[in-house]
């Protein structure tokens, strides 16, 4: 939805029939509908069932007062004169919910009667056709309607949302005019921040992609918020998201928006939340559907009047949303999801625009939304968006759904498993990487995908767990293997006499520049994106996106950067390692007692320093990082950093405590980095080597060197924290003695070797 000028506004027929037409329950009981290649076949098959004259896809639009309607038909027979509105399903029509059917109609009526307006008729069938994928048969319900009757139904839906309609606009002009005359909310810019700022604002006048290396400590939050938001109007921007990889990176953003609030307190700015829906449940133990939950219950009757509650309040943060939801008696994270549509800044995770189904991406292209989209700590986004298009698949599971298995689906959840155990015998190795996913095991993993659909579909009380996990992994492997090409591995691993199968995402570029097309503007930001060519090339950056590498606010003599080239870290030398690193460490605290954190490559490692540190040191205070630490046991690891304190506290590099944690002052003056990060060596991790050499020539670099250094350069990011802060790293190796090495290290870091 989207405003056409400021006296008008736009809204497709789908949202409009939303908004207006939706009641009863919140039910989301797992029901398995037709997949979207299905869908679109439905509409495909209905059509050629229909004369030569059938029109398909009718674009249509209509004006009532302020308010521009505009949508397309599924289909129109002129010669009938019936306007259809086709819906394909799976399972037993008489099955599904009464709101949804009322939904269907409501969107019907609307195309009836522009379809009247634009061809001048005096009256029109409207038509609902459900189409059952698995039987192919049609199921048409048919109305003989007046051309009054709909323009009658159309005012009533338009009536219904035209002051909501109307409010946003009021909205929207009030925002862009206090978003205009918005000042910084700080006296002045930090020392680097106004250059990231500047670099912000002329990526969204061009309408081009930013990379933004950018140190830690300028203030970048507020540094890439404050300048879209003054482009808002000028840019003519709907929506600002605000996507971080960690709650501590959305709880910045949420405490700039409220710096920014107050510095104008004029400005109107809804900002949202969003949450996990494990976080937000009030009832985690009951299902979502009205006969289980008592905010499902009733949920669209009630939801207007929390929508509007929502609407008047400047911040939505999860408490905030929480209160309102509990107060009209709704789910509060379906209320979120519905905030989505009218908040100005969307503040969460990066799955909701970058992932598969992606809840925030989707909006973006139904309502032709103009978005900016901020990525924090874009650093993690290679890592993070090859687990979004990879999927895997464990034998043992197949193996106990075939213990018990409902008749219907024993003769395909064993012809699965003979395709899958003959693919295991043809292998020697634990590892095994293919150039293609066999096609005898896919197309018995199709077959089991349509069967348990259907069965679902017929039995939807006999939702066994294990069944429906075993799907959902299925459909979204089935899924990924559509689009299998260069960017992907697929791969099985045999341990302990099963196996997994993977569709193994290494290149996520594919999948991720769509995403970048639909943005009026993406910027990535993070103190660690060099060198810009690994990110544009893996992450599938547009041409013409630009690139800056913001001024360290920070010099060479707050920090000493030591290169300790005359230990090797290396697995074969780690025992030989030991000594000379216990002994540098302790040197270095006896010379200067604070809070040091030493980082290394694994536990075991860890494990060997430590433990040799404290039987020749006992004097000097050591905490250790273990593994499965949880929230609190890592809130209270780092609470133990104060400015009074002192010791040595040992971490893994890349885990926990080597990015993310702000420990300013004499919380942290010095850190040990005993490792370059490389990633494990192992039969995975050569096959991305091999892959990345393939396309971009730069296997070893792409795969090892560049992941490796970015967790170096973060964990020493963890000691100069403020512009006043001072401190001390130990690059150890002889590896960082390589000149290539060390020039990808931050360039305002003096080395001394």
Same mark, same amino acid.
């Given at each position: 939805m989207s405003t056409t000028s400021p006296a008008s506004y736009s809204v497709a027929v789908r949202?409009?029939?939303?908004?207006?037409?939706?009641?009863?329950?919140?039910?989301?009981?797992?029901?398995?509908?037709?997949?979207?290649?299905?869908?679109?076949?439905?509409?495909?098959?209905?059509?050629?069932?229909?004369?030569?004259?059938?029109?398909?896809e009718v674009k249509l639009e209509g004006q009532h007062g302020s308010l521009h309607v505009r949508g397309r038909a599924d289909g129109y027979d002129p010669v009938l004169r019936q306007v259809e509105e086709i819906k394909t399903y799976l399972g037993d029509l008489h099955a599904m919910p009464d709101n949804h059917r009322h939904l269907h109609w409501a969107q019907a009526k609307v195309y009836g009667h522009l379809?009247?307006?634009?061809?001048?008729?005096?009256?029109?069938?409207?038509?609902?056709?459900?189409?059952?994928?698995?039987?192919?048969?049609?199921?048409?319900?048919?109305?003989?309607?007046?051309?009054?009757?709909?323009?009658?139904?159309?005012?009533?839906?338009?009536?219904?949302?035209?002051?909501?309609?109307?409010?946003?606009?009021?909205?929207?002009?009030?925002?862009?005019?206090?978003?205009?005359?918005?000042?910084?909310?700080?006296?002045?810019?930090?020392?680097?921040?106004?250059?990231?700022?500047?670099?912000?604002?002329?990526?969204?006048?061009?309408?081009?992609?930013?990379?933004?290396?950018?140190?830690?400590?300028?203030?970048?939050?507020?540094?890439?918020?404050?300048?879209?938001?003054?482009a808002t109007a000028e840019h003519k921007l709907d929506k600002i998201f605000y996507l971080a990889a960690k709650t501590s990176g959305r709880q910045l953003a949420l405490h700039a928006l409220g710096n920014i609030q107050n510095s104008t307190p004029n400005l109107g700015l809804r900002t949202l939340e969003l949450v996990a829906k494990t976080k937000a449940c009030e009832y985690p133990e009951a299902a979502c559907h009205g006969d289980a939950c008592p905010l499902a219950k009733g949920f669209?009757?009630?939801?207007?009047?929390?929508?509007?509650?929502?609407?008047?309040?400047?911040?939505?943060?999860?408490?905030?949303?929480?209160?309102?939801?509990?107060?009209?008696?709704?789910?509060?994270?379906?209320?979120?999801?519905?905030?989505?549509?009218?908040?100005?800044?969307?503040?969460?995770?990066?799955?909701?625009?970058?992932?598969?189904?992606?809840?925030?991406?989707?909006?973006?292209?139904?309502?032709?939304?103009?978005?900016?989209?901020?990525?924090?700590?874009?650093?993690?986004?290679?890592?993070?968006?090859?687990?979004?298009?990879?999927?895997?698949?464990?034998?043992?599971?197949?193996?106990?759904?075939?213990?018990?298995?409902?008749?219907?689906?024993?003769?395909?959840?064993?012809?699965?498993?003979r395709a899958w155990l003959q693919l295991e015998k043809e292998q020697d190795a634990d590892y095994q990487p293919h150039a293609e996913i066999p096609e005898k095991l896919l197309n018995a993993l199709t077959r089991l995908c349509t069967e348990i659909g259907l069965y679902f579909a017929d039995n939807p009380s006999q939702l066994a767990p294990d069944l429906q996990q075993f799907y959902l992994d299925a459909l979204l492997f089935n899924r990924l293997a559509?689009?299998?090409?260069?960017?992907?591995?697929?791969?099985?691993?045999?341990?302990?006499?099963?196996?997994?199968?993977?569709?193994?995402?290494?290149?996520?570029?594919?999948?991720?520049?769509?995403?970048?097309?639909?943005?009026?503007?993406?910027?990535?930001?993070?103190?660690?994106?060099?060198?810009?060519?690994?990110?544009?090339?893996?992450?599938?950056?547009?041409?013409?996106?630009?690139?800056?590498?913001?001024?360290?606010?920070?010099?060479?003599?707050?920090?000493?950067?030591?290169?300790?080239?005359?230990?090797?870290?290396?697995?074969?030398?780690? =025992?030989?390692?030991?000594? %000379?690193?216990?002994?540098?460490?302790? +040197?270095?605290?006896? !010379?200067?007692?604070? @809070?040091? $954190? /030493?980082?290394?490559?694994?536990?075991?490692?860890?494990?060997?320093?430590?433990?040799?540190?404290?039987? =020749?040191?006992?004097?000097? %205070?050591?905490?250790?990082?273990?593994? +499965?630490?949880?929230? !609190?046991?890592?809130? @209270?690891? $780092? /609470?133990?950093?104060t400015e009074d304190s002192q010791g040595i506290a040992f971490a893994v590099l890349g885990g926990s405590f080597g990015e993310g944690i702000d420990l300013p002052g004499a919380r942290l003056i010095g850190a040990f980095i005993a490792t370059l990060g490389l990633p494990q060596l192992n039969p995975i991790n050569e096959q991305i080597k091999l892959r990345m050499d393939k396309i971009f020539g730069s296997g070893y670099d792409y795969a090892y060197l560049y992941p490796g250094l970015q967790k170096v350069v973060q964990a020493a990011g963890r000691v100069i924290r403020q512009t006043d802060d001072r401190g001390v790293v130990y690059l150890i190796d002889d590896r960082f003695g390589r000149g290539d090495v060390r020039a990808l290290l931050p360039g305002w870091w003096d080395c001394k070797l």
């Open positions: 949202a409009l029939c939303e908004f207006t037409a939706k009641q009863g329950d919140l039910d989301l009981r797992f029901t398995p509908s037709p997949t979207a290649e299905q869908g679109m076949a439905g509409h495909a098959t209905v059509a050629l069932r229909r004369s030569s004259s059938y029109q398909r379809l009247c307006q634009k061809l001048g008729l005096q009256k029109i069938s409207v038509a609902l056709v459900y189409f059952n994928i698995q039987s192919q048969k049609e199921t048409v319900l048919q109305q003989e309607l007046s051309a009054a009757e709909l323009a009658d139904f159309f005012a009533l839906l338009c009536g219904r949302f035209i002051a909501w309609a109307e409010q946003e606009v009021v909205h929207r002009t009030e925002r862009d005019l206090a978003l205009a005359d918005m000042v910084f909310p700080h006296t002045t810019f930090r020392p680097g921040q106004r250059q990231l700022a500047e670099a912000m604002y002329k990526a969204s006048k061009r309408g081009c992609c930013l990379l933004a290396q950018a140190p830690t400590g300028i203030g970048k939050t507020i540094g890439s918020l404050f300048p879209l938001l003054k669209y009757d009630r939801l207007p009047a929390a929508r509007a509650a929502a609407a008047e309040q400047q911040l939505l943060d999860k408490e905030g949303l929480r209160s309102i939801a509990l107060t009209h008696q709704v789910c509060p994270y379906y209320l979120g999801i519905e905030m989505a549509r009218w908040a100005d800044v969307i503040i969460g995770d990066y799955n909701y625009y970058f992932d598969l189904y992606a809840l925030l991406h989707g909006l973006t292209i139904v309502n032709n939304w103009r978005v900016a989209v901020l990525v924090d700590e874009a650093h993690n986004m290679v890592t993070r968006a090859r687990q979004m298009y990879s999927a895997e698949l464990q034998r043992d599971s197949l193996k106990r759904l075939r213990k018990t298995p409902p008749p219907a689906l024993k003769k395909t959840l064993d012809s699965l498993y559509e689009s299998f090409a260069d960017h992907s591995i697929f791969d099985v691993s045999k341990a302990h006499g099963t196996s997994t199968l993977c569709i193994r995402n290494i290149v996520p570029a594919a999948f991720l520049t769509p995403r970048f097309a639909a943005s009026h503007t993406t910027a990535l930001f993070s103190a660690t994106l060099s060198p810009w060519n690994y990110y544009c090339d893996t992450l599938g950056m547009p041409e013409g996106t630009a690139w800056v590498d913001v001024e360290s606010p920070f010099s060479a003599d707050q920090l000493q950067v030591h290169v300790v080239n005359s230990v090797s870290t290396r697995y074969a030398d780690r =025992a030989r390692s030991v000594a %000379p690193i216990v002994a540098l460490m302790a +040197r270095q605290y006896h !010379a200067q007692p604070g @809070n040091y $954190l /030493a980082f290394f490559s694994s536990f075991d490692y860890l494990e060997q320093v430590s433990s040799s540190f404290i039987n =020749a040191h006992p004097d000097i %205070p050591v905490r250790l990082q273990t593994r +499965r630490m949880n929230e !609190a046991d890592r809130e @209270n690891f $780092l /609470a133990q950093f």
